[in-house]
């Protein structure tokens, strides 16, 4: 890897790497959010399974 190209980075980079970062972070929330309702939901469907 060529670490010159990490030395020189400008400021015409850091929108680049913002939108980067918020991306990293919309990606993590959405997964999160994904794994709790996959959660309730498999808690709604075992209870209603009892039930039955």
């Not at 972070?25 to 039930?51: C, H, M, P, W």
Request: net charge negative; aromatic share 10%.
């Amino acid at each position: 890897m060529n670490l010159q190209l990490l030395a020189s980075l400008g400021w015409h980079e850091l929108p680049i790497l913002i939108f980067a970062g918020l991306l990293g972070v919309v990606f993590f929330l959405v997964i999160r959010q994904n794994q709790k309702d996959y959660l309730e939901l498999v808690g709604i469907l075992t209870s209603s399974k009892a039930d039955s």
